[in-house]
């Protein structure tokens, strides 16, 4: 049978499915995911005065942090997907001057672009100083802020799999308001299905596959955008530019691992249509499907989809 529970988790809609023989026991294991999820959402939140991530946000320029070693871990994997995007992927985004970009109806012209891109002056991971011997977090210029919004929730999915794995749990998925991980078989036996939303419509399904032992991630203007003199601007914006992107309604990234997908899915946005798929063409393992503005689809190597 599969047992499931919605619930929301790290600001976001959860929904933990589990197969299991015992409806006791598959509760307890749901019931083990939310509180590995929960721990890691007071590890990484910068709403909490009380997490390691608003300590070195309230050190930045003064001192360095010292932090657990899970965190100056995840740390360390965010700069080393910094490296390989060029710094597309950047977890000192929360640096931004959120005053530019409130995407809501108020928003009717693009900022000036001096001003844009000092509002990204502070965005750069090259000044996340970390010393591996104290296990020390040092963002190296006061007003820098780090955010884990682009790859906390594929951690905290890949860890609650973790643990109720090792609980004897052989299958289930865990969706993190669209970036998920399956594992194992559904109920009948066969793979999980796994839909990518339409991004010209939240609720509707453009295309499904079948997985499982895999993760999936998906980046998308559809819930958060302008229009501004007919054209469409995606919420996520360029570090380099502090603009905006435009051009793409969703990336979705194919992998192993739900950290990977969820910090890769944003890059490529960034990225855009060639230079992202380029990128993902040189990573073995990792597929890519982006759909465009005008709903054309493009997809890496790797994937056919019909």
């Known amino acids: 049978m599969r047992y499931k529970k919605n619930l929301k988790l790290m600001g976001n809609r959860f929904e933990i499915s589990i197969v299991a023989d015992d409806e ?170 796994i839909g990518i939303a339409d991004p010209n419509k939240k609720e509707s399904i453009f295309s499904t596959f079948n997985i499982t032992n895999t993760s999936v991630a998906t980046s998308g203007n559809y819930e958060k955008y302008v229009v501004i003199d007919g054209k469409k601007y995606s919420h996520t914006i360029d570090p380099k530019t502090g603009y905006p992107i435009s051009g793409i309604k969703s990336v979705t990234i194919i992998a192993e691992n739900a950290e990977i997908a969820d910090a890769l899915a944003t890059p490529v946005t960034v990225m855009g249509i060639e230079v992202g798929l380029n990128f993902i063409n040189q990573i073995p393992n990792i597929g890519c499907i982006i759909i465009d503005d005008y709903d054309k689809t493009y997809c890496s190597k790797n994937i056919n989809i019909t």
């Not at 009717?108 to 591996?132: F, G, Q, R, S």
């Not at 977090?137 to 929730?153: P, Y």
């Not at 799999?161 to 004897?168: H, Q, S, Y």
């Open 24 to 193: 006791n026991f598959a509760y307890q294991n749901i019931d083990l995911a939310v509180a590995e999820i929960s721990r890691i959402e007071k590890l990484l939140t910068t709403f909490s005065t009380e997490s390691i991530t608003y300590q070195i946000n309230e050190n930045a320029g003064i001192q360095p942090v010292e932090v657990p070693k899970e965190v100056y871990d995840l740390i360390f994997r965010c700069q080393m997907i910094s490296k390989m995007t060029q710094g597309a992927f950047d977890i000192s985004y929360g640096s931004i001057d959120k005053k530019f970009w409130n995407f809501d109806i108020n928003m009717t012209a693009l900022p000036d672009k001096n001003e844009a891109k000092k509002a990204v002056a502070l965005i750069n991971y090259e000044n996340i100083i970390l010393n591996e011997k104290d296990q020390t977090v040092f963002l190296k210029n006061k007003g820098m802020r780090i955010g884990f919004g682009g790859i906390g929730k594929g951690y905290a999915a890949e860890c609650a799999k973790k643990i109720v794995k090792l609980n004897g749990i052989e299958s289930g998925i865990i969706n993190a308001a669209g970036d998920l991980t399956a594992w194992g078989f559904q109920e009948n036996g066969t793979p999980w299905t």
